[in-house]
């Protein structure tokens, strides 16, 4: 068999990843696009080349043997923004987990390992393939090694051969150091010869052959200023030349039979892909987990064909079964119970054809220990029971003790509590088309685990919360919320189904005028839909600019229109049909499809185990983010409706919620006298940061301290300001920096927020909610960076989930005492909805904010708006 190796240039495929892919988040708050590009490359090369040896080389540092010769080479670069230098560890860590051999050497680039290891593998008779986005390494190519270039994009490569090259430029690789030392470098700092370009380089080349000869015969080229030029800059040519030269002879310690490549583990190459949210290439793995070999200890346990009391015992662990994800659609499947008595199963047809087992379920001083109290509630109230005295849920006290922790099923968390006696759901059930329910016997003993499982683990966790002063959070805040989102749940939004289908037929009606226009604009008729046959037109036929290639041909992304916006008029309308056809595809048919046909109503569910910093998110549908800067996008609100005749909705939301967190943790002067006073905020901080009088104020320097106001939230960087703004990343940095100095509370908290993370391995919120942060004090300063950088916007985030859930607690208690028959039906952000009679908006109006306004007490006053109409479109 052939022997190939593969050579891979990392910092040079990382770079071009991040900038061709728009930054993508996992739910950690990681960014991933750099990553997720790296490993499509990787996939391609892999599928590709096939490779029996492997290599990725990196850069070891900033400085090389090449600045003893020229300081200043690839002096002028910008800083690597922060967005991705957190992403190379988790790249690392990509090789690793396939297998593949990495390799950075001090005082060296990747390209003089590449250079080197190329040069031993073609005195060895391998086949060569280099893969970068520098077409310095193309002075490698030989008869045994290809050079690939990576086009603009990740996956598009263009092969660097002797042959093309001569045919492309008309000289032999080697000559490439000679055009460089001709026409310099700018990406490198690599000065040449001033006013020679690669036209006049070349030229000078195919006339005279090396550097040193065109050097030499100064007097018969032609043109004054160029023989001026080249007599001039000699020395400097010389050395640009050197500096461009690879080196072969680097003092690697690695050998070709260290990487050999023998292909990835799957099940690590899942961890990773789960751990950066790599969903669509988890799918692509079939079979992806592995064969789940879990040794399980035998467990006692009876199945219960007669029920009665004496089954129930104190405090027992109760647990239900459902096979689907989207249990407001789902048939229960099984019961479990565990107590001081013993591990019991019941069928689902006898527990809920008995009278003993509903008034057991509803029965509020018996105490349960479940797994996930809301979905319990739900799922049993379809069946006309409601489930009463939870004491514990298994699930949001593991997700409070550590909530980066992947929760899947009970069978997770158990195992990340050291309890391994119980399998997977989806090694016992299967996954996809496969999952299945199998024969009783074997789902009884399946349920009978996870029931002696909570059991088990219930005073564990308990203990846990109460060394971590979490009790309080999680008995008088996320279990009292738990059934209050089930009675959100329960209740759904009511859908006006004719408004939904009109709004339909008009976003139709202008998807087909805009068609109409695209055609026009074109020239022709085509499917706007295919990103070939749109490619074609605006590429080939109008002749704009290629910014992005795919495997497939031209990029039509949304980066790519975006950038082409103002170069012709079609590219606007490809935008909005894009956009219109979204809003059709994902809102107006997705919520015909999900609606419920008996009572018109969506039933969202809220995940309140989900994310880091404690916020809610929801699913099936997510009714967070409707996309509301198109007008279409904030009229689909319109079909939600009350459920009741003669009744409304009113909406109240937190005003800047997170700043006033900021000014109340940080304990900003400026910041406090501003909310106290009931300045604009906005405006406030541009006066802070330019200097002027409120008078002066224009509104672009507002919109500049907006996006600085609510980026220090969330631990902006110079790099991601300047995108948002569209500014150069010096001002962004400048602005931040201009920003830190007007508020010295802020910049102070950032720095003590931060020491206190490295000393306790966590922040916490207002009501101590926590998330650690194990790489705030790991020595790569990548990994640091953004744990320090989570360390700062955590907490503020984290308490604002938290004061808005306290409100709907509070809410609920007030609704219930002041005997309103008005309904909390979601919340969306910093928002709550409700649904309400007429007759009690003016009592609604005063407690509402009253409420909410006082769920906890900061240095600065919670402010709340609110609005109501017939639709949730009218109350805003």
């Known amino acids: 068999m052939k022997k190939k190796l593969v050579l891979i240039d990392g910092n040079s495929i990382a770079y071009r990843a991040f900038f061709a892919l728009p930054l993508l988040n996992n739910d950690k708050g990681i960014h991933t696009n750099a990553v997720y590009g790296f490993t499509m490359m990787l996939n391609r090369i892999l599928e590709d080349e096939k490779p029996t040896h492997l290599l990725v080389a990196f850069d070891a540092g900033k ?146 052959g090396a550097l040193e000869t065109v050097l030499s015969s100064v007097d018969k080229v032609g043109g004054n200023k160029l023989k001026e030029k080249l007599e001039e800059f000699k020395d400097q040519a010389l050395m640009s030349k050197e500096l461009a030269t690879i080196t072969r002879e680097a003092p690697i310690e690695i050998e070709l039979s260290e990487v050999e490549y023998e292909g990835y583990e799957r099940d690590k190459v899942v961890s990773i892909y789960k751990e950066l949210g790599f969903n669509s290439l988890l799918d692509k793995l079939s079979g992806e987990t592995g064969s789940e070999e879990v040794e399980l200890e035998e467990i006692e346990f009876e199945v219960i064909n007669e029920i009665t009391e004496d089954i129930f015992s104190g405090e027992n662990a109760f647990y239900i079964e459902l096979l689907e994800d989207n249990y407001h659609y789902a048939d229960i499947i099984g019961f479990s119970i565990a107590n001081d008595k013993g591990t019991f199963f019941i069928s689902t047809e006898k527990a809920l054809a008995s009278q003993v087992f509903k008034q057991w379920a509803e029965d509020a001083s018996k105490e349960k220990i479940v797994y996930d109290a809301k979905r319990s509630e739900v799922s049993l109230r379809h069946h006309g029971i409601h489930l009463a005295g939870v004491s514990f849920d298994l699930l949001i006290a593991s997700y409070l003790i550590n909530p980066s922790a992947t929760i899947e099923d009970v069978a997770s968390v158990a195992k990340s509590h050291g309890y391994e006696s119980i399998q997977s759901d989806e090694a016992f059930y299967g996954k996809g088309a496969k999952r299945q329910v199998p024969e009783e016997g074997m789902l009884a003993m399946h349920l009978a685990r996870k029931a002696a499982a909570i059991e088990a683990l219930k005073d564990k966790l308990d203990k846990e919360l109460k060394d971590n002063q979490q009790a309080e959070l999680f008995y008088e805040l996320e279990m009292p919320l738990s059934l209050i989102l089930a009675d959100m749940e329960s209740c759904g939004v009511k859908m006006d189904i004719k408004r939904l289908k009109a709004m339909g037929e008009e976003i139709y009606s202008k998807l087909v005028g805009i068609e109409s226009r695209i055609h026009e604009l074109a020239g022709e008729k085509f499917n706007i839909n295919s990103p070939k046959q749109l490619g074609v037109i605006l590429f080939e036929k109008l002749g704009l600019p290629v910014y992005k290639k795919t495997k497939t041909g031209y990029s039509t992304s949304a980066d790519v229109l975006e950038k082409l916006e103002t170069k012709h008029e079609i590219v606007r309308e490809i935008l909005d049909y894009r956009q219109l056809g979204k809003l059709q595809s994902t809102y107006i048919e997705g919520l015909l499809k999900i609606v419920n046909k008996d009572n018109e109503k969506v039933h969202t569910r809220f995940n309140q185990a989900l994310t880091q910093t404690g916020r809610l998110s929801s699913t099936d549908p997510n009714l967070q983010n409707i996309p509301i800067r198109l007008e279409e996008g904030r009229k689909i609100r319109q079909a939600f409706i009350p459920s009741e005749k003669d009744w409304v909705i009113f909406a109240a939301d937190y005003s800047q919620i997170e700043l006033r967190v900021l000014a109340h943790i940080a304990k900003d002067d400026k910041l406090i006298e501003a909310f106290n006073h009931d300045m604009d905020i906005h405006t406030k901080t541009a006066m802070e940061v330019f200097h002027v009088s409120e008078e002066n104020v224009t509104s672009n320097m507002r919109r500049h301290a907006k996006a600085v106001n609510f980026g220090i939230v969330y631990g902006i960087s110079d790099y991601g300001l300047s995108q948002s703004l569209g500014i150069t990343r010096k001002e962004a940095g400048q602005f931040i920096e201009r920003y830190l100095e007007s508020y010295p509370g802020v910049k102070a908290y950032m720095e003590d927020i931060v020491a206190d993370a490295k000393q306790k391995g966590y922040v916490s919120t207002l009501l101590h909610r926590r998330r650690y942060l194990p790489e705030i004090t790991s020595r790569n300063f990548n990994l640091r960076s953004f744990a320090e950088r989570t360390a700062m916007n955590t907490p503020i985030q984290g308490s604002a989930a938290d004061i808005i859930k306290k409100a709907m607690i509070d809410m609920a208690e007030r609704l219930k005492s002041e005997n309103l028959k008005t309904r909390l039906l979601l919340q969306v952000h910093d928002e709550l909805i409700f649904e309400a009679p007429k007759d009690e908006l003016d009592i609604l109006k005063k407690i509402v904010p009253e409420v909410m306004e006082n769920a906890v007490v900061l240095e600065v006053p919670l402010k709340v708006d609110y609005a109501y109409g017939p639709t949730w479109f009218d109350a805003k």
Do not use: C
């Open 63 to 208: 400085t090389t043997f090449r600045h003893k010769t020229f300081s200043e080479y690839k002096g002028g670069r910008q800083k690597t923004p922060p967005e991705l230098s957190e992403q190379f560890p988790f790249i690392r860590e990509l090789l690793d987990a396939y297998g593949i051999s990495r390799y950075e050497l001090e005082n060296y680039e990747a390209d003089d390992i590449i250079g080197t290891l190329s040069l031993h593998a073609e005195n060895d008779d391998f086949e060569v393939k280099i893969i970068s986005g520098d077409k310095d390494l193309t002075q490698l190519s030989s008869e045994k090694t290809t050079v690939s270039i990576t086009r603009k994009g990740i996956t598009e490569i263009e092969d660097y051969t002797p042959a093309y090259i001569q045919e492309k430029y008309g000289i032999t690789p080697d000559r490439i150091i000679d055009m460089k030392g001709l026409m310099g470098d700018a990406s490198d700092n690599i000065p040449g010869v001033p006013g020679v370009g690669e036209k006049t380089a070349l030229k000078l080349l195919k006339e005279f």
